[in-house]
């Protein structure tokens, strides 16, 4: 049995506890390899912390937390072990080949499908066993880029859309008797087929739809390029100006640096 539900303008950001003895020593050995994370204030790339916070029972680890992103080079940490007694924790998967857990999962921008698994227990290992809550959150201001942030039910690429806009809504509730799945997906503004890459895909995408016969885009709100009211020819035309003739960047038909539709934007 689960139950979900979302919280509006809640941040809730928090000091992370983290695991009282082997963890530490784990994640300073890890950071010395060369990984490092991404800085969400270059170009297009991004980092989001995405935590977790359970019920409190005695000493048990009841705070987590997990990094994914994009950025110009990928870099990913693996998930250290569970802790002894927890009643929060999460893993972060790969949702194309199902390696890991990950800690840390910064894919390459362009180069890697941005979605992400999260998979959450809100029960624990505390007895007794059963159904128990938590609180997913995240700051929404670290959804920068223009595009759309849909976190899903389930673990597959079209589930049920639980959160539309992660810029808009920073929390939601869990309650489960068993580990619940989730696909955190970030779709960049003009690309239509949600593919990864913005390219000539896009334009083809987006003719085949409008004019019949293709299928219907993932996110429809990237696909209003211009910034109009409606999604058209012109945001064809605009495409193939952005690819061919030095046309403003999708989301931003001002040409001033500044997306200008999308409530992702800031
Ligand atoms: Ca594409
Ligand atoms: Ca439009």
Redesign the pocket.
């Known amino acids: 049995m689960q139950r979900l539900s979302v919280g509006r303008g809640q941040c809730n950001m928090m000091a992370i506890r983290r695991f009282p003895t082997i963890v530490p020593a784990l994640f300073a050995v890890m950071s010395l390899s060369g990984v490092c994370l991404a800085d969400s204030s270059v170009g297009g790339a991004w980092s989001a912390t995405i935590n977790v916070e359970g019920q409190q029972i005695g000493s048990a680890v009841y705070q987590f937390q997990l990094t994914l992103g994009v950025d110009a080079d990928s870099s990913r940490l693996p998930l250290f072990p569970p802790p002894p007694e927890y009643t929060a924790f999460m893993k972060l998967w790969d949702a194309y080949d199902w390696t890991g857990p990950w800690y840390a999962d910064i894919r390459q921008y362009g180069d890697t499908l941005s979605r992400w698994v999260i998979e959450v227990d809100p029960r624990g290992n505390v007895p007794p066993p059963g159904e128990r809550s938590a609180t997913l959150s995240w700051d929404p201001a670290e959804f920068a880029p223009p595009g759309s942030f849909l976190l899903r039910e389930g673990f597959v690429h079209d589930g049920p859309i639980l959160v539309p806009d992660m810029c808009d809504i920073s929390s939601m509730q869990i309650v489960s008797d068993g580990p619940l799945y989730f696909v955190l997906q970030y779709v960049e503004c003009g690309d239509a087929d949600a593919s990864g890459r913005l390219n000539m895909s896009d334009v083809v995408f987006l003719v085949s739809w409008i004019f019949g016969g293709g299928g219907s885009p993932l996110v429809d709100s990237v696909?209003?390029?211009?910034?109009?009211?409606?999604?058209?020819m012109?945001?064809i035309i605009?495409l193939i100006q952005y690819f061919f003739a030095d046309g403003p960047a999708p989301c931003d038909p001002n040409a001033d640096g500044a997306f200008d539709c999308l409530s992702c934007v800031r």
């Open positions: 696909c209003n390029v211009d910034c109009s009211d409606t999604i058209n012109s945001d605009y």
